[in-house]
């Protein structure tokens, strides 16, 4: 058999100190919130995703071992049918899961719901990058053993998954058997109470292919409708007294390594299992060769160890926090928060592949597995100032799909292309048009992704290769979508915005000033590149057309009231109840038909206040003020998008407490299950938005003319903030304090410098050393905005 280094494992507080903001625990009292944990715990790398599930597999709210972009087609069955309604919908389906390793002992099975769990603890270590679990368990016979286990997803192998797990006898021989599983088909509980649960399909894999050779398996299987493969293999190192044998077995949707016998105290059984994970569509790479690579892939990485595996792991997540991390001084809880947060954005993508980064990113079968407008507007423009590349890799993803979006736009009678509302595969899966199809602003967000990440970057061949072409093609979108009045004003009519408690509205802000960005954007990269634009079918009048209808976007305000409208005539519609909806009602759309939420004043979501987050040059500092409290009055935050986007704008209109409490919604979203959907996965964008909240609320950054600037301001609890941010290939560093706003390049070379802005002011930042202001006072914002009855958020930001 082969052996391990015969080094013990680290303890559970190896590798950051004493520092607990950078460890997420879990103990015994935490069973009851398995799903939760399962998702919290979940270990990713872009490609592949393994659930924190207990290494036995048993309890176990839902499992889960995924492939960004693997899964499985339905049918959408409709009461009626309706021209372009799409009639399939892709749903994540797991691979064949390497992380089970079940144990027996005296025959009865390791189970933390029986006997007597004496101590039990789950570390997610956010530097090292690693699950570790230790348990003390006594059997119901009365036998003791300790188990301590190291998960790892590699960051750095894109394949490459693996556990190292260890058994010990507490004070008496115990018979043992230890089952390393590769499993395909497990079952999964399908949730039927809230329509925003996952689809199941059951036994979604077909087996092709299955070897097992000594301490070594590979399965291989395919789905379907969907057309695609997947090899999933494994390979073992045994470390154990030669009183223990193992023993194999292989069947279609199984590969077992069994290691039985008696181990004595003193003595130790350790098993680490590599993985190694491969998709590809079923007419490309053939089974045998598929097999083939993932065994090469899990052998080199037996070869290479464990313990290199966890360097490298460490090595490559020390690279990243030097730009990713973000110091809050003043409170523990949320200094930790945002870290986890940051984690799982981190290991959500890659920077090779081309793959996007679905709305629960790898870490549950929430909304399908579907890739939303989340991605585009809330999580990349976080990795895009933190891990460009892997921002640049999602957006390519979007360009590799732009054949199914120009046929769904020519089904639908468009021009140019639409982008799906939901999708996996690049086709639309949303089978409710007037939040899916409707919802337009997809397209514009995107774009806007496209623009940041170019400004940020300066990547021309980026521009080059997808980047034009994705702005050229929604450009065309909402020039041919829209329509001139007679007033020559240029107007969209019948879409859906943000807000999804209102839908085919006409001129919905958000939706209007993006189509304004994303014209605009397309016409300035056409003219500074005509060569390719030609190449595209671009001449100058499509340009000016663009222009033109950009610079007559309609935006609709209500003079009476002095804000903006969310859309044409909503500050007319109806007032909500709030004061006979109780507590229990929300979330409304589970509660209300959406024929009363439609033609209500009722705001799911911040939409006019993402309005004047992503186009802030669009409204003057007394509109903001004024749209800030008329909207906060009538939303009520149903979905975990909205509290980040109200945190910013409550900070800069200078409702610094409100913006606090708004950041602590939205980090803590997942941590503390807020919404009681974490079980199905984590909620990415909020997570990417409580980073936004600190780093463009409180430190007050706006990108949307292409340059940086900066306007911060910090709340009471908040002693320090720090964070790091990519631009034009720099580091700036920004530190702030009460006092001081610092700038600098920790890593500039002599005469290198970028311009930034502090409160108007602008700053030349060189490697010459730090730039430093004073901040200003903040003016005097008046009273808290009023929220809806019970729905502000939790006060945290008096100390309590």
């Not at 103990?27 to 995703?49: C, K, M, P, Q, Y």
């Not at 007319?572 to 209300?592: C, I, K, R, V």
């Not at 409204?619 to 909205?642: G, I, P, Q």
Request: proline share 7%; aromatic share 8%; with cysteine.
């Amino acid at each position: 058999m082969h052996t391990s280094p015969a080094s013990d494992q680290p303890p559970l507080a190896a590798g950051s100190g004493n520092d607990e903001t950078w460890r997420i625990r879990r103990t015994a009292a935490d069973l009851d919130r398995l799903g939760e944990t399962e998702s919290i715990f979940a270990l990713g790398n872009g490609w592949v995703g393994w659930r924190g599930v207990l290494d036995e597999g048993a309890p176990c709210a839902m499992p889960g071992s995924y492939l960004n972009g693997f899964h499985e087609r339905r049918p959408i069955s409709y009461p009626e049918e309706g021209y372009a309604f799409p009639q399939a919908s892709d749903t994540v389906v797991s691979a064949p899961n390497a992380a089970l390793i079940r144990l027996w002992v005296d025959d009865e099975p390791l189970d933390v719901r029986t006997g007597t769990l004496r101590t039990h603890e789950r570390v997610l270590d956010l530097r090292a990058g690693v699950l570790r679990r230790e348990t003390e368990w006594i059997s119901p016979a009365g036998r003791g053993v300790r188990i301590r286990s190291t998960r790892l997803v590699s960051l750095p192998r894109r394949p490459v998954a693996a556990v190292r797990y260890e058994v010990e006898p507490l004070d008496a021989p115990v018979e043992l058997r230890v089952c390393s599983d590769l499993l395909a088909n497990e079952r999964v509980p399908e949730r039927s109470d809230d329509p925003r649960a996952a689809s199941v399909i059951t036994d979604p894999l077909t087996a092709e292919a299955r070897r097992a050779t000594g301490l070594d398996g590979v399965l291989v299987h395919r789905t379907e409708r969907s057309g695609q493969r997947v090899a999933v293999a494994v390979s073992h190192l045994v470390d154990a007294p030669d009183t223990m044998a193992t023993s194999g077995d292989c069947t279609p949707d199984r590969v077992r390594l069994a290691v039985t016998g008696r181990l004595y105290p003193g003595q130790r059984l350790r098993l680490t299992k590599f993985a190694a994970y491969e998709c590809a569509p079923v007419d490309g790479t053939p089974a045998d060769e598929l097999a083939d690579l993932v065994a090469a892939e899990a052998d080199a990485a037996r070869a290479d160890g464990f313990d290199a595996l966890l360097a490298d792991q460490r090595a490559t997540l020390d690279s990243a926090w030097r730009t990713a991390d973000v110091l809050l001084d003043g409170d523990p809880e949320l200094q930790q928060a945002i870290r986890f947060a940051t984690f799982h954005l981190l290991q959500a993508g890659r920077p090779d592949g081309d793959r996007t980064i679905p709305a629960k990113g790898l870490t549950g079968n929430g909304y399908d597995g579907h890739v939303l407008w989340d991605t585009e507007s809330y999580v990349l423009p976080v990795l895009t100032y933190v891990a460009p590349t892997v921002a640049r890799s999602a957006l390519r993803w979007r360009h590799a799909h732009l054949p199914e979006a120009r046929d769904r736009a020519a089904e639908l009678r468009l021009a140019g292309a639409t982008f799906p509302w939901r999708t996996i595969g690049g086709r639309e899966c949303s089978g409710y048009w007037p939040a899916g199809t409707a919802a337009l602003h997809v397209n514009a967000d995107i774009a806007d992704a496209v623009l940041r990440y170019l400004a940020a970057t300066g990547d021309e061949r980026f521009l080059a290769d997808a980047g034009l072409e994705l702005l050229v093609e929604t450009a065309r979108l909402w020039h041919g979508f829209g329509h001139w009045s007679d007033t020559g004003t240029f107007h969209l009519h019948g879409v859906t915005g943000p807000d999804e408690y209102a839908a085919l509205v006409n001129d919905n802000v958000f939706t209007n000033l993006m189509a304004r960005r994303n014209l605009s954007g397309a016409a300035d990269a056409a003219e500074r590149h005509p060569d390719l634009a030609e190449r595209l079918g671009v001449d100058p009048a499509e340009v000016a057309g663009w222009r033109a209808a950009a610079d007559a976007v309609f935006v609709p305000y209500d003079r009476k009231r002095g804000v903006h409208q969310q859309a044409a005539g909503f500050t007319e519609q109806p007032e909500w109840d709030f004061a006979n909806t109780g507590e229990d009602d929300y979330p409304l759309l589970l509660h209300y038909p959406y024929l009363e939420l439609y033609r209500k004043q009722v705001v799911k979501q911040a939409d006019l206040v993402l309005a004047m987050l992503r186009c802030p040059g669009e409204f003057t500092a007394d509109e903001k003020a004024r749209n800030v409290a008329y909207y906060e009055a009538r939303t009520v935050r149903d979905s975990s998008l909205s509290a980040s986007a109200q945190a910013v704008l409550a900070a800069e209109v200078g409702h610094l407490d409100l913006a606090y409490d708004l950041f602590a919604e939205s980090v803590l979203q997942d941590l503390q299950d807020l919404g009681d959907k974490t079980a199905d996965g984590l909620h990415l964008a909020s997570l990417a938005g409580s980073w936004l909240a600190l780093v463009q609320g409180f430190g007050g950054l706006r990108d949307d003319r292409g340059v940086l600037s900066f306007d911060p301001r910090l709340p009471r609890r908040v002693d320090r903030l720090a964070f790091s941010l990519r631009w034009r290939g720099h580091r700036l560093r920004v530190t702030l304090t009460h006092d001081e706003a610092r700038y600098e390049l920790p890593d500039a070379e002599a005469d290198d410098g970028i311009e930034v802005w502090h409160h108007g002011e602008p700053l030349r930042v060189t490697a010459a050393g730090p730039v430093l202001r004073p901040m200003p006072p903040v003016p005097d914002a008046g009273p808290e905005p009023k929220s809806p009855p019970g729905r502000r958020p939790a006060r945290r930001s008096a100390g309590d």
